[in-house]
């Protein structure tokens, strides 16, 4: 069942088009890995679907709806979106951060439930003993777990990740990695996730989406998708991937 | 295995009504300030409706306040208290609610530690506004008309710089980079174009132009109370209703926009209330700093940075500042008064830096 269609699909910054024509589907409860070099339109399009950036044309589809018609808090109930990192400036409390993932829910009073559902999440995510703490005093890895808390209390039915593990400790890019497919898999949610790590998309990835100056360069499994041959078109660097079975591993061996 | 897994569960539990515990514990801190600067205000208007070249005590006060709510004023006690101290106090209150407001506001929505009305040229308009008044004769017109036009012209004016920044957003999307630097080179301009008129100007009047803009609150009489009054009522409900959106937005325009804030369009109405409502206070006070941009960084330090609960709190708190710091400038060296701005500024100025360096936690 296709949850999310999005049909050629086109971006300019002023007179830079950063995406061309791009098309993708995504099924209901998968994880989608999109891939490429800086500056191939990986951002950009998470936010054009998140209508934080307008395309200029081209449509996304949500359940067959177009978002262009849908208001921004019935969006926002539909699809979360979790940035790289934090750009709080004012004090904030791990609590209050989280809550604002029920904005689209609630009015100007949060009620009760909301914040069972915070505390909830807090838990799931197992950074309640940073509850009362200020997002900023984080490390980068915590205040990603914040981030990912706060869009499941959007109750989303998509999630956007924007380079969940760039600032990540090896550690915590597992952790953090094994969270989110969880919650796909649990609550039936489907993403998206922009990520530099080839390995840590092949990892997790079910489809990998890989992109090159604003086009889609190939889609499909990991397998078919992270071969020498395209790493080399896309990258400019010869590699060895190490065949296991689904999940191939990629050994970079130098620039050329 | 079972053992352990439901002993977990109930540390879990115990976890959570920990925190919620922790949650209701920090709202309450948020309320107790709140009532405290309310308390605050009132301590500090009694104490000031008595000081004064002409001495009345606390009890007589209160009586000729009461006295007053009911019947028409009389004796010397009570049109002092009524006439002068009275409306000299509710304009304190007035204007510090109003402009910590507004600066907290602006703050907000520009995610900027630096945001204030004096930064985005609203003081400097109004300056500038009530210069040419001044200075192009209607100082000379005698009595109310004169007043009036100044007041009028410093209103105005004061508009023009966010019209300006409004203008601006209609070509470049409105960001907090943009509006800033908008605001301060509105400041330089309006600044320039105030020496520039005051250069080519009559002393006696460009004393009485420079007099307007230190600020003050001896300008306020109950004619101004009402005005002011009015636009506070107007405003502050409608930044109330916006401060969950600007509690999002502080987490950066694309968070705030993925939970369904239209952020380029509240951002613009906040500013314009926020700065109808510095306009509609300066421009009968003069150009009093400082209030709007340290009350709610004080504040912030003290409960943190939801803004449904630092509005009200800097508020009050900006209130109970600015009436603290104008009845210093009355007694300190009196019979001389000075501007409440000097005041505010040389008290504001040590305390904020005080608690800046006192604070450990590295935020703004």
Redesign the interface.
């Given at each position: 069942m296709v949850k999310l269609k999005i049909k050629d699909v086109e971006f300019s910054y002023g007179s830079v088009q950063v995406l061309k024509a791009v098309s993708i589907e995504l099924a209901a409860s998968e994880m989608l890995g999109v891939v490429g070099p800086n500056g191939a339109g990986k951002s950009t399009l998470l936010r054009c679907i998140d209508r934080i950036l307008k395309p200029q044309r081209g449509d996304i589809l949500l359940d067959g709806r177009d978002i262009k018609e849908m208001h921004l808090v019935e969006l926002a109930r539909k699809i979360g979106y979790i940035p790289q990192s934090a750009s709080q400036v004012f004090p904030a409390t791990v609590f209050d951060t989280v809550l604002m993932g029920r904005r689209p829910h609630l009015g100007w009073r949060s009620s009760e439930k909301d914040t069972e559902t915070v505390l909830e999440t807090l838990q799931l995510l197992n950074i309640e003993e940073f509850a009362m703490r200020d997002i900023n005093e984080l490390s980068g890895g915590q205040q990603q777990k914040v981030f990912i808390a706060r869009a499941l209390t959007q109750e989303p039915d998509v999630l956007l990740l924007d380079e969940p593990t760039s600032n990540l400790d090896i550690r915590h890019q597992l952790e953090v990695m094994d969270i989110i497919k969880n919650i796909v898999k649990e609550k039936q949610i489907s993403a998206i996730m922009a990520i530099h790590d080839l390995n840590l998309a092949s990892r997790y990835a079910d489809r990998i989406v890989m992109m090159n100056s604003g086009k889609i360069f190939s889609t499909g499994n990991p397998v078919s998708v992270l071969t020498p041959d395209n790493i080399k078109h896309v990258y400019g660097v010869e590699v060895k991937v190490n065949d296991h079975d689904v999940r191939p591993y990629i050994v970079p061996i130098r620039p050329v | 295995m079972k053992m352990t897994s439901s002993t977990e569960t109930i540390s879990?539990t115990e976890?959570?009504a920990e925190?919620?515990e922790?949650?209701k514990k920090?709202i309450g801190r948020k309320i107790l300030f709140i009532l405290f600067s309310l308390i605050l205000i009132f301590i500090i208007a009694g104490v000031a409706a008595t000081l004064g070249s002409y001495p009345i005590t606390v009890i007589e006060v209160y009586s000729i306040i009461g006295h007053g709510l009911f019947q028409s004023v009389e004796t010397t006690e009570e049109i002092v208290v009524w006439n002068l101290r009275l409306p000299r106090i509710l304009m304190g209150i007035l204007a510090g609610i109003g402009l910590a407001i507004a600066g907290t506001m602006m703050?907000?929505i520009l995610?900027?530690?630096l945001a204030s009305p004096f930064t985005l040229g609203i003081a400097s308009g109004a300056g500038f506004g009530a210069a040419l008044a001044i200075l192009l004769g209607a100082g000379i017109i005698a009595g109310e008309t004169g007043k009036y036009l100044i007041i009028g012209n410093a209103f105005v004016f004061s508009l023009i710089p966010t019209f300006v920044i409004l203008g601006l957003t209609r070509y470049k999307r409105a960001t907090p980079e943009t509006m800033i630097l908008a605001g301060i080179a509105m400041l330089y301009i309006f600044n320039a174009a105030t020496t520039l008129l005051m250069y080519f100007s009559e002393a006696e009047a460009v004393k009485a132009a420079y007099f307007w803009m230190v600020g003050s609150l001896g300008k306020a009489s109950w004619d101004a109370i009402l005005p002011v009054s009015i636009v506070l009522a107007g405003c502050v409900p409608l930044l109330m209703?916006k401060?969950?959106?600007v509690?999002?937005m502080?987490?950066?325009?694309?968070?705030a926009?993925?939970?369904?804030?239209?952020v380029e369009r509240t951002r613009i109405a906040i500013l314009v209330i926020a700065s109808l409502m510095s306009a509609g206070i300066i421009c009968f006070t003069g150009t009093i700093g400082f209030i709007g941009l340290v009350a709610p960084h004080m504040c912030?330090m003290v409960i943190?940075?939801?803004n449904?609960f630092l509005i009200p709190a800097s508020g009050f708190f900006g209130a109970a500042l600015l009436l603290g710091a104008d009845t210093i400038a009355r007694t300190i060296i009196a019979p001389v008064i000075l501007p409440v701005g000097v005041i505010t500024a040389f008290m504001g100025g040590p305390v904020f830096l005080y608690l800046r360096m006192r604070k450990r936690?590295?935020?703004?």
């Amino acid at each position: 069942m296709v949850k999310l269609k999005i049909k050629d699909v086109e971006f300019s910054y002023g007179s830079v088009q950063v995406l061309k024509a791009v098309s993708i589907e995504l099924a209901a409860s998968e994880m989608l890995g999109v891939v490429g070099p800086n500056g191939a339109g990986k951002s950009t399009l998470l936010r054009c679907i998140d209508r934080i950036l307008k395309p200029q044309r081209g449509d996304i589809l949500l359940d067959g709806r177009d978002i262009k018609e849908m208001h921004l808090v019935e969006l926002a109930r539909k699809i979360g979106y979790i940035p790289q990192s934090a750009s709080q400036v004012f004090p904030a409390t791990v609590f209050d951060t989280v809550l604002m993932g029920r904005r689209p829910h609630l009015g100007w009073r949060s009620s009760e439930k909301d914040t069972e559902t915070v505390l909830e999440t807090l838990q799931l995510l197992n950074i309640e003993e940073f509850a009362m703490r200020d997002i900023n005093e984080l490390s980068g890895g915590q205040q990603q777990k914040v981030f990912i808390a706060r869009a499941l209390t959007q109750e989303p039915d998509v999630l956007l990740l924007d380079e969940p593990t760039s600032n990540l400790d090896i550690r915590h890019q597992l952790e953090v990695m094994d969270i989110i497919k969880n919650i796909v898999k649990e609550k039936q949610i489907s993403a998206i996730m922009a990520i530099h790590d080839l390995n840590l998309a092949s990892r997790y990835a079910d489809r990998i989406v890989m992109m090159n100056s604003g086009k889609i360069f190939s889609t499909g499994n990991p397998v078919s998708v992270l071969t020498p041959d395209n790493i080399k078109h896309v990258y400019g660097v010869e590699v060895k991937v190490n065949d296991h079975d689904v999940r191939p591993y990629i050994v970079p061996i130098r620039p050329v | 295995m079972k053992m352990t897994s439901s002993t977990e569960t109930i540390s879990g539990t115990e976890k959570i009504a920990e925190i919620k515990e922790l949650y209701k514990k920090f709202i309450g801190r948020k309320i107790l300030f709140i009532l405290f600067s309310l308390i605050l205000i009132f301590i500090i208007a009694g104490v000031a409706a008595t000081l004064g070249s002409y001495p009345i005590t606390v009890i007589e006060v209160y009586s000729i306040i009461g006295h007053g709510l009911f019947q028409s004023v009389e004796t010397t006690e009570e049109i002092v208290v009524w006439n002068l101290r009275l409306p000299r106090i509710l304009m304190g209150i007035l204007a510090g609610i109003g402009l910590a407001i507004a600066g907290t506001m602006m703050q907000g929505i520009l995610r900027n530690p630096l945001a204030s009305p004096f930064t985005l040229g609203i003081a400097s308009g109004a300056g500038f506004g009530a210069a040419l008044a001044i200075l192009l004769g209607a100082g000379i017109i005698a009595g109310e008309t004169g007043k009036y036009l100044i007041i009028g012209n410093a209103f105005v004016f004061s508009l023009i710089p966010t019209f300006v920044i409004l203008g601006l957003t209609r070509y470049k999307r409105a960001t907090p980079e943009t509006m800033i630097l908008a605001g301060i080179a509105m400041l330089y301009i309006f600044n320039a174009a105030t020496t520039l008129l005051m250069y080519f100007s009559e002393a006696e009047a460009v004393k009485a132009a420079y007099f307007w803009m230190v600020g003050s609150l001896g300008k306020a009489s109950w004619d101004a109370i009402l005005p002011v009054s009015i636009v506070l009522a107007g405003c502050v409900p409608l930044l109330m209703w916006k401060s969950w959106d600007v509690n999002v937005m502080g987490a950066g325009d694309e968070t705030a926009k993925s939970l369904g804030v239209n952020v380029e369009r509240t951002r613009i109405a906040i500013l314009v209330i926020a700065s109808l409502m510095s306009a509609g206070i300066i421009c009968f006070t003069g150009t009093i700093g400082f209030i709007g941009l340290v009350a709610p960084h004080m504040c912030r330090m003290v409960i943190g940075g939801d803004n449904r609960f630092l509005i009200p709190a800097s508020g009050f708190f900006g209130a109970a500042l600015l009436l603290g710091a104008d009845t210093i400038a009355r007694t300190i060296i009196a019979p001389v008064i000075l501007p409440v701005g000097v005041i505010t500024a040389f008290m504001g100025g040590p305390v904020f830096l005080y608690l800046r360096m006192r604070k450990r936690r590295e935020y703004w």
